[in-house]
């Protein structure tokens, strides 16, 4: 596995591959990876001739008072992974490398950037948009895959590559689950053993909503009614979001419709965790 830093080096790979006749894929992470991540980059080796994933911590998708500069970092753990899973080149640059000194342009999906978890971090989603744009614009892929945990972000960056005509599509795979169902993240390591009993509650919620849809339940209050019983039933988890909207502008849907999704977001503790499901 080729270790890349600079955008200049990735996009000469990333040309170099297609110029071969290879697709190219990229998977960004943050790094702290785990089998949510692996299955993105299964995906991306299964699709695509060459494979770039990219690990960057990235300082505009944080809040003032969130938790950047804890966020974890296993960077021997992550490399080991990515090559076992035969990732071809990864993409690590220092924080000058995507962010020059003087740089004031920012991507911003106006509307989407404002809800769900966009209400919640004000500003999260245009340093989210920002940075997938700059990774897009370095790596030149042909798909960029993305996780359905974060599936806001999904939404936002789906908007943004078509409002910019970006010759990216925007793979989306499922969510990787623990056995005992809670969503696999990197900040389930924060998670006391308390917390990690209590966030169950966050699927909980979702299996609920998921067999009353199922069995014909077609009104979004009464489902998110019935996610935040659930939600009672933890008193010392604290619910941020529970919607259900429309996938592709996050607004609010007023039935499950198919494809509508329903989101939840909740703290434990000091962690904010979320998932979702998408109504069939």
Request: charged share 20%; net charge negative; with cysteine.
């Amino acid at each position: 596995m080729q270790i890349i830093r600079t955008v200049a080096e990735l996009r000469a790979w990333s040309r170099a591959a297609q110029g071969a006749g290879l697709s190219v894929g990229l998977v960004p992470t943050m790094g702290a990876l785990h089998e949510g991540h692996l299955s993105l980059v299964r995906a991306a080796k299964a699709d695509c001739g060459a494979v770039a994933a990219s690990i960057f911590v990235n300082p505009t998708q944080f809040g003032p008072n969130e938790d950047f500069s804890k966020y974890p970092r296993t960077w021997n753990a992550d490399c080991a992974m990515l090559e076992a899973e035969g990732v071809d080149v990864l993409f690590a640059p220092p924080p000058e490398e995507i962010y020059r000194s003087g740089a004031s342009t920012f991507v911003e999906v106006a509307g989407l950037s404002d809800r769900l978890d966009g209400a919640s971090r004000p500003g999260h989603f245009r340093g989210v948009a920002t940075v997938v744009a700059k990774l897009f614009t370095a790596a030149e892929p042909d798909r960029a895959y993305f996780g359905q945990k974060d599936a806001a972000q999904v939404a936002v960056l789906r908007r943004m590559t078509a409002d910019l005509d970006l010759p990216v599509e925007i793979a989306v795979c499922p969510i990787v689950r623990e056995p005992d169902g809670l969503a696999m993240s990197s900040r389930n390591r924060y998670l006391s053993g308390t917390e990690r009993r209590q966030s169950l509650v966050l699927s909980r919620a979702l299996r609920a909503v998921e067999a009353a849809a199922a069995s014909g339940e077609r009104s979004a209050d009464a489902l998110i009614a019935l996610a935040s019983g659930e939600f009672a039933s933890e008193p010392e988890v604290r619910v941020d979001y529970i919607a259900l909207v429309d996938w592709a502008t996050l607004a609010p849907a007023c039935l499950a419709a198919p494809g509508t999704l329903f989101a939840v977001a909740a703290w434990l503790g000091t962690t904010r965790l979320i998932d979702n499901l998408v109504i069939a």
